[in-house]
């Protein structure tokens, strides 16, 4: 019983912040400021997220040239960038993590 009431409260947790605003929001038009806000929060999450990934290694901030995935991001960032391609950019960060590692970094 305790699994079962723990997927149903996960399911509520995820579910509702999603369908709350959909709900209410969905039959009013947001303001043109509000809508181009809202655009930057994927963005901002993503690297909120993302950074401490990419400065730190053991906790400790690593902007050394030995933190392969930092400055392997750099290349995948203009790929982000110039083609907007999730596929494009995922692409290039695998085949450049790859061929470092293949060439011993």
């Known amino acids: 019983m305790t699994i079962v009431l723990t997927l149903v409260g996960m399911a509520l947790v995820t579910i509702v912040p999603r369908v709350l605003p959909l709900l ?4 009013r038009k947001l303001p043109a400021w509000l809508r181009t806000w809202l655009e930057y929060i994927p963005v901002a999450v993503l690297a909120a997220m993302l950074l401490p990934t990419l400065v730190t290694t053991d906790g400790c901030i690593d902007l050394t040239f030995d933190n392969l995935f930092l400055w392997l991001s750099i290349p995948c960032f203009v790929v982000a960038w110039r083609t907007r391609s999730l596929l494009g950019t995922v692409g290039t ?8 590692r293949w060439l011993g970094w």
């Open 24 to 27: 209410l929001l969905s039959t």
């Open 93 to 100: 960060g695998l085949a450049l993590v790859m061929a470092a």
